[in-house]
């Protein structure tokens, strides 16, 4: 069993910057962060596999990057530019296939960490 635990959400305006963290306790191929607002359904917002193969959301694109430290099992979305419809609980998921959102297949899930943009 993998333990996953976000880290970095906050409370920022418009056009501020966060980055969240997501520790590892254990090995996992692929991970992912997704994003959920009061009332709307999950989204994907970037994924990443072990050998670097990213994907993004359009509506990210170009502001948020995702990586990792393969050596600590952990995984980084750094967010840019950020707006208020970026405003969401975000969660980072771990599974054990690659493509895109490792080919939606995940085996664990954090508690998320909120992050919230003022205009």
């Known amino acids: 069993q993998v333990q996953l635990v976000e880290s970095g959400g906050g409370s920022v305006q418009a056009g501020g910057s966060l980055r969240l963290s997501c520790a590892a306790s254990?090995?996992?191929?692929?991970m992912a962060w997704f994003r959920q607002a009061p009332g709307k359904e999950r989204e994907g917002v970037a994924g990443?596999?072990?050998?670097?193969?990213?994907t993004y959301a359009d509506s990210v694109k170009g502001r948020f990057t995702i990586s990792q430290d393969n050596a600590k099992n952990t995984l980084y979305l750094q967010m840019n530019s950020l707006k208020p419809e970026d405003t969401a609980m975000y969660y980072c998921?771990?599974?054990?296939?690659?493509?895109?959102?490792?080919?939606?297949?995940?085996?664990?899930w954090g508690q998320g960490t909120q992050v919230t943009v003022s205009s």
């Open positions: 990443i596999d072990r050998v670097g193969s990213t």
């Open positions: 254990g090995y996992t191929y692929c």
């Open positions: 998921a771990a599974g054990y296939l690659g493509g895109r959102y490792c080919s939606d297949s995940f085996n664990y």
